[in-house]
């Protein structure tokens, strides 16, 4: 059997959450954050429970964040299952425009480099010769 500790999420997290809906001088009991930390641990399970029963019917593996999404719905969170499409949404076009942003960043290094190394190919090699202990020198210029 998993160590009830391991099952649960961390209570320090637990507490955080609970503390940034509260005005700043209310205190949190360790029974209210245990507590709390016993509740969300269930409603995790219970509503993974329900989407990993739908993909085992669907003959998959993988349960992912449309599943999820159902599975609110299904036991009747209609409300919190709508913003997590919502967010759902959100965070895949965030995912997609930073892939996209990546692999233009990765293209345009890929082009500057292949332009670096041309250069460098048309000019004759020369190699400064700088003594081994020389002080790099900041020159500061005034307009």
């Known amino acids: 059997m998993v160590d ?3 099952r649960l999420l961390p209570i320090a997290n637990v507490g955080r959450i609970m503390k940034q809906i509260l005005p700043p001088s209310a205190k949190v009991s ?14 995790i399970s219970f509503v993974t429970g329900e989407a990993s029963d739908k993909c085992r019917k ?7 964040g ?11 969170f209609d409300n ?6 919502r967010y759902l949404h959100k965070f895949r076009v965030a995912e997609r425009d930073k892939a996209a942003q990546n692999k233009a960043s990765c293209s345009r290094n890929s082009q500057d480099k292949e332009e670096e190394e041309s250069s460098q190919d048309q000019q004759p090699h020369q190699q400064a010769d700088v003594p081994s202990n020389s002080k790099l020198q900041v020159l500061e210029f005034s307009h």
């Open 80 to 85: 919190h299952a709508d913003a997590i499409v």
């Open 4 to 6: 009830e500790q391991e």
């Open 58 to 64: 669907e003959n998959r593996k993988t349960v992912n």
């Open 30 to 43: 360790k029974e209210a954050k245990q507590t709390m930390q016993e509740c969300a641990t269930e409603f």
């Open 66 to 76: 449309d599943d999820i999404c159902w599975a609110l719905g299904a036991l009747g």
